[in-house]
């Protein structure tokens, strides 16, 4: 793009509901490059005003707890119902090569070819929790277009929960019962934060498993103090690949967010994201200057290298770094 009329001009499509243009603009938005971040942040302020109207649901689980088949399964019914749903599935990126799994759309077969729905793998790169850095702009650009249903999908590992749960208005928790998920979720804090945690496979001989582990981990919740006193978290079993169960996690979605919108609760908390975005992306292009820096970048794997070794401590080479900005 060369102009503000290119921008435009994408702007338009996008709000008219133009797949192509959508997938190009998320493109525009995840790219590192300087001109690209200008045009982006140029479609997204023309964009601002046609955003924040989607129900925003965040799910995480560990790998194999079946995110995608629960996803599919569930994105179907809704958009049977009349709903349009945007996926943004953040893959897991391999440390040693950079490469990303980008099977989601054969993993979500339905909504692959469903022309209400809208599936977005991007690579999770270095950011934290394995978060791709853009999500939050792509989640706007798909509220443009029209998708009132957006579903993130993070990769369970890591902090990526806690990070997604700073993005969404719900946020559910897949477990599987027998897997050790449920102290596993315990441990990593993740019912602190859930707005819903659901025991998935619930079908067959693993029924019995499941509502014992539901069980257990409601008994759980009672001892931990809710992260919004509006809402209590749910604990539900579920079946993504027979479809049982998940009317009642829709159910709960839609009661914590009529609950939410009427006192208000939802648009603080969406007005306090916003809030954290920004350091978040402040302290991104805080490092992104320091390591661009032409004085600094040459100094960069030095002082890495003394850190590593134990010659230099974590704060004598911040406050080095520092110094070389002239900002001490």
């Not at 991104?284 to 032409?294: F, T």
Request: charge should be neutral.
């Amino acid at each position: 793009m060369n102009d503000g009329s290119d921008t435009s001009e994408l702007a338009r499509q996008v709000r008219n509901g133009s797949r192509a243009a959508l997938g190009r603009a998320i493109t525009l938005v995840e790219s590192n490059r300087p001109d690209h971040e200008r045009d982006a942040q140029g479609l997204l302020a023309a964009l601002l005003p046609h955003t924040g109207q989607a129900i925003r649901l965040g799910l995480t689980g560990v790998p194999g707890a079946g995110k995608s088949t629960t996803i599919d399964t569930l994105g179907s019914t809704l958009t049977g119902r009349g709903h349009k749903v945007a996926v943004l599935a953040v893959d897991p990126t391999s440390q040693r090569t950079g490469g990303s799994i980008l099977g989601d759309k054969t993993r979500m077969a339905r909504l692959a070819i469903d022309g209400n729905a809208f599936i977005r793998p991007s690579p999770a790169g270095a950011t934290l929790g394995g978060v791709a850095r853009r999500t939050r702009e792509t989640m706007l650009l798909c509220e443009a277009a029209g998708y009132d249903i957006i579903i993130v999908e993070t990769v369970g590992i890591g902090q990526s929960e806690t990070t997604v749960a700073g993005m969404v208005d719900f946020f559910a928790v897949l477990m599987v019962a027998g897997a050790g998920d449920e102290l596993q979720g315990i441990k990593k804090g993740v019912l602190e934060i859930a707005d819903l945690i659901a025991i998935n496979k619930a079908d067959g001989d693993n029924v019995t498993r499941a509502e014992r582990a539901a069980g257990e981990l409601r008994q759980a919740l009672h001892i931990l103090t809710p992260s919004d006193p509006n809402w209590t978290p749910r604990v539900i079993t579920v079946s993504g690949m027979h479809d049982t169960g998940l009317d009642d996690l829709w159910g709960a979605v839609m009661e914590h967010h009529t609950t939410l919108t009427a006192c208000g609760a939802l648009t603080e908390k969406r007005r306090e994201q916003q809030v954290r975005w920004m350091w978040t992306l402040l302290d991104d292009r805080l490092q992104q200057i320091v390591r661009r820096h032409p004085d600094i970048s040459a100094r960069l794997e030095t002082l890495t290298d003394q850190v590593r070794t134990g010659h230099l401590t974590a704060t004598s080479a911040v406050n080095r770094i520092i110094a070389a900005l002239g900002l001490a």
